[in-house]
Every structure is written in structure tokens, then in C-alpha cells.
């Protein structure tokens, strides 16, 4: 398989890979990314790289998922967060994506690290500005990254919880990192 060399090329991939209101929200990430990432002098081409690729194996069947999450140490009971570490493997193994970073803002864009770096929060930002679902998330990301990583934390842990499903141990950890970090 040939490797993809331009953003429209990875575009271009990824519309074959999933559904058409993945794509858009897809391409609204990668949009949102570039934006932070340039109001904080990060790197924005690669911010926008992640964004369009962070649910790059949203849809992948989950039988197909498991043996991959296993491998990686994913939560084997959370299917839901094998995505983004699932993404990033594939990425680099079959389609040649190399970029150490962007690769790890998709993995880490379902439940974080308690090390996220500010690409990675970039990305993990981004997504959830994306659903638009925090009011006020994507001024703060403009502003305040840091505040904006432990508000889409929150609200990320909050509906995990609201929802009564399980919750990814990393997804604890980050949290809590973040938390530590605020109170510096
Ligand atoms: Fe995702
Ligand atoms: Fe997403």
C-alpha cells in the first residue's frame, strides 16, 4: 500500500473508510485542530493530520478490533476506546505514517495520558469541540489549553459516568493528572 503524502490524499482515505457524518465530523476536527494548534504556535499541520485521522478506525468491525486492542493492552471490556491506539497502529504500520506526535494524538484522543503533550491535547480538544457538546469548550481551547484538556476531561469522564458504562482506567488517570496539574 502506498503511502498517502498529502492531506488530501489522507482525505481522500479515510472518506473510503467511514461513514459520510464521520467524515464531516472528521474534517471539523481537523479544522478545530489547526485553529488551537496555531493559537498556541503549535504545529498546525500536524494538529489538522490528527484530526482528520483520530477516527480513522471508528468503524472497524470490533471482532476485527480485539486481537489489536489486546495486543496494545487496551481495555478488553471498553470496545469503545480501542479506536484511537487501533488507528494509530494501523496508520503507521499499513499506510507508512511515521510522525511519532500526530500518531499519538490519535491514539491518545479516546481517553488521553496522564503525559499528554499539548499536540495531544490539541487533538483531544478538538474532537469533542467537534460534537459540540461542552458550551464554551472551544473559546477556552483558544485561550487556555491547559483549562480547555481538563474541561473536555470532565465532560468526557461526566458522560462515561451519566451513562452508567465502565470506565477506562486511563481515562481515571488522566483525569487526575490534569487535575494535579490545575492546582500547581
Ligand atoms: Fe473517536
Ligand atoms: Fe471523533
Not at 39 to 65: I, S, T, V, Y
Amino acid at each position: 500500500m502506498s503511502t498517502p503524502s498529502t492531506f488530501a490524499d489522507w482525505e481522500a482515505l479515510l472518506r473510503g473508510r467511514i461513514s459520510a457524518s464521520r467524515f464531516e465530523h472528521s474534517l471539523r476536527a481537523a479544522r478545530l485542530a489547526a485553529e488551537i494548534a496555531r493559537a498556541h504556535d503549535l504545529p498546525e499541520e500536524k494538529a489538522a493530520l490528527a484530526g482528520l485521522l483520530h477516527d480513522f478506525a471508528h468503524e472497524m468491525p470490533e471482532a476485527e478490533m480485539a486481537p489489536l486492542a489486546r495486543e496494545l493492552g487496551c481495555d478488553p471490556d471498553i470496545p469503545a476506546v480501542w479506536h484511537g491506539p487501533i488507528a494509530a497502529l494501523i496508520l503507521r504500520r499499513d499506510y507508512g505514517l511515521v510522525a511519532g506526535d500526530v500518531l499519538s494524538a490519535i491514539a491518545r484522543h479516546t481517553v488521553g495520558a496522564p503525559d499528554m503533550t499539548p499536540l495531544d491535547e490539541v487533538v483531544f480538544v478538538a474532537d469533542l469541540v467537534a460534537h459540540d457538546i461542552v458550551p464554551g469548550l472551544h473559546e477556552l481551547a483558544l485561550r487556555d489549553l491547559r483549562g480547555a484538556t481538563l474541561a473536555a476531561s470532565a465532560a468526557s469522564v461526566g458522560d462515561v459516568l451519566q451513562r452508567r458504562r465502565r470506565i477506562d482506567l486511563v481515562a481515571v488517570r488522566t483525569w487526575n493528572a490534569l487535575l494535579d496539574r490545575a492546582m500547581l
